[in-house]
């Protein structure tokens, strides 16, 4: 987009060539010049720039257009459509801050029925300060837009924008609106020309651009694309500031301290410069026979040049003593620069101390030495009386006089140190730990600061047995403070049951902690049922039904088969399903079930059996008597065959068993007749 800069002179010449170099570089679009004493700085590119105030710039004049809207485009059929409004004008003469960054942002010209941006100076927290408002685009193709309107923007003197051509069918209607300029309104767009009158022309077809700054672009004609609004533009002037020189030089036997080159503006204040003298010299005077030290010149209205002077010392050391005391050694001395005085006491009467020298020196005795200044000083006493001062720290009040005046060698009244809910006293600020105290026999000054500390309590938790504790188990706690939860863990079979405290809260958090608390966690067995079943005629140890016990326990288990049935198993987790007499330990809830089944009826299979065993025992127990050696073995597969045959009725079970110990008892019997036959036949 091109930029136009009005000129009628050969400096505006230069001023529209450095702007226009400053857009093909890409720098910010401005131009500063100096013209009558005066220098001007002017920004016509859209965009957001600073400007910082110079040192000794306290005011500036400043003129602002927005920016004009662009053209609507052409809609065809001959026609010219409506052109865009030129940007408005404001004006202000600012007060402004040296060394303060103030904001500049130009409004962009409308491209095609677009508005154009407004123009604006700020301060760095956004305070507008001037501000000229963009031209507005024609609200359809057929009415110009309006120009930016004075009554909306901010300045001393503002002037509107002129008013886009509206449509028509005649050739060269539909002109942009010309800006406002700094003597009116802008001229309207017109048929047959532009807007001319205070800031300038809008746009006039063909050209697409309008005239800067602020100009409205012109309706397009036919199907033509309608003209650019121009861009805003800021023009800053200020008088340049004046400036003088202070300058400051020592003379022989010092120096200086300070800023000794200085460039204050008109009217302002220098910094300050101080004449430091060598040893053994002192300074005396400036040039100009101020004796200032240190010299701040201020309300510059010319150059200063002035030089230190310095001058051998010799000083004086005068002692005196005031009322209620008197001085020993030699009050009155001279003493070369540099040197030594003699020791002087201060002797205060009986009843008084001595208090400072009027120097503020505490020093007794006092010896002054390295002599740079003269000295003159005289010697303080005051009666002697203490003041015993009692303070408490936080978290905690006194009581008693706080504040006691005490002779010397007098006592002072007793002071308490009442701590406060949750604290205690530790000590005084001098480390004594009496309370209350009374201090006695005083001869000094006391202040003292009761102590106070949070009291802490402890917190532990244990286990009862059956279980743990997870958490911390000693926990120590400010007062009113909360501990931390912990949780009571049972062992596998067991359950939390209660604290000692009997509550029953799982996990447990105290709080508001006042005493010290030990807790411990009590664990009970899990509750389980064994359910007791029966399967045909009997009973059971413990009887069927639903028993109450907890896991881990074993329950003896004994199955009683009824008259006429027989034990026939266990089902369920027991220890031997085929015992009558078992146990089940218990693991979570069981159920067992002792199943009996009938006793199976006598056949006659059964007694030819049984008899075919008593033939076969006799015949056995009567073969003994002569062949022991096959008896023994022989009953015992009887006691085994018998009771196999037998096992299903239980009579004849105790019989079998009952025979065959018999006939071991028949072959011992034969066996031993045998042994005292054949001895007798020896």
Known sequence: MQKLLKTKHLAGALLAILLIASIIGGQS????TAKADNITVTWSSYGSYNWTCPDGVTSIALKGWGAGAGGRNGVGSGLTSSGGGGGAFSQSTLSVTPGVTYLVHIGQGGVSATNGGDTDFETPSFTVLVLA???????????????????????????????????????????????????????????????????????????????????GGYGGYNSGAGGYGADGEIILSYAPPCNYLFTYSAGSHGSLSGNTS??????????????????????????????????????????????????????????????HGSLS????????????????????????????????????????????????????FALTSYSLNYSAGSHGSLTGNTSQTVSCGSNGTAVTAIPDTCYHFTQWSDSYTVNPRQDNHITGNLTLTALFVITD?????????????????????????????VTAIPDWGYLFSHWNDLSEVNPRQDSNITTDRSYTAYFVGEPIVLTV?????????????????????????????????DFSAWSGDVANYLNAD?????????????????????????????????????????????????????????????????????????????????????????????????????
């Open 582 to 682: 078992t146990y089940i330990t218990m693991t979570g809830n069981e159920t067992v079930t002792a199943t009996f089944t009938p006793t199976p009826p006598t056949t006659p299979k059964d007694l030819m059996l049984m008899c075919f065993t008593l033939i076969v025992s006799i015949g056995l127990a009567l073969a003994g008597a002569y062949f022991p050696f096959f008896f023994l073995p022989a009953s015992v597969a009887w006691i085994l065959l018998g009771a196999e045959f037998t096992k299903a009725w239980s009579s004849w079970f105790i019989i079998c068993i009952m025979i065959g110990i018999i006939m071991i008892a028949l072959f011992f019997l034969a066996a031993a007749g045998a042994f005292k036959g054949k001895r007798k036949m020896r």
């Open 262 to 323: 200085q460039t204050v503006s008109c009217g302002g204040n220098g910094t300050a410069v101080t004449a430091v003298p060598d040893t053994c010299y002192h300074f005396t005077q400036w040039s100009d026979t101020s004796t200032q030290n240190p010299r701040l010149d201020d309300n510059a209205s010319g150059n200063i040049s002035v030089t230190a002077s310095f001058a051998l010392t010799s000083y004086s050391f005068n002692y005196s003593a005031g009322s």
């Open 457 to 485: 309590y402890s917190l532990t938790y244990e286990s009862g047995g059956n279980g743990y504790i997870d958490g911390n188990l000693s926990q120590t706690v400010s007062c009113g403070g909360n501990g931390t939860a």
């Open 533 to 565: 079943a029966i399967i045909g005629n009997g009973t059971t140890s413990p009887a069927p039904g639903e028993w109450a016990t907890t896991i881990g326990t074993s329950v003896d288990l004994a199955a009683i088969p009824g008259t006429g049935y």
């Open 329 to 380: 050694g030699n009050t009155s001395q001279t003493v070369s620069c540099g040197g030594n005085g003699t020791a002087v006491t201060a002797v205060p009467d009986t009843c008084y101390h001595f208090t400072q020298w009027s120097d503020a020196s505490t020093d007794n005795p006092r010896q002054d030495g390295n002599a740079s200044a003269s000295l003159s000083v005289i010697a303080s």
């Open 133 to 215: 408002k963009g031209g507005l685009k024609g609200s359809d193709w057929t009415f110009g837009g309006y120009g930016g309107d004075a009554a909306s923007g901010t300045g001393d003197l503002k002037y509107s924008g002129g008013r886009g051509g509206d449509c028509s069918i005649m050739p060269g209607n539909g002109y942009g609106g010309g800006a406002a300029g700094d003597s009116g309104n802008g001229q309207d767009g017109q048929s047959g020309g532009a807007g001319n009158d205070g800031g300038g022309h809008g746009g006039i077809p063909p050209s697409t651009s309008s005239i800067a700054p602020g100009g």
């Open 29 to 32: 679009a401005f131009v500063s």
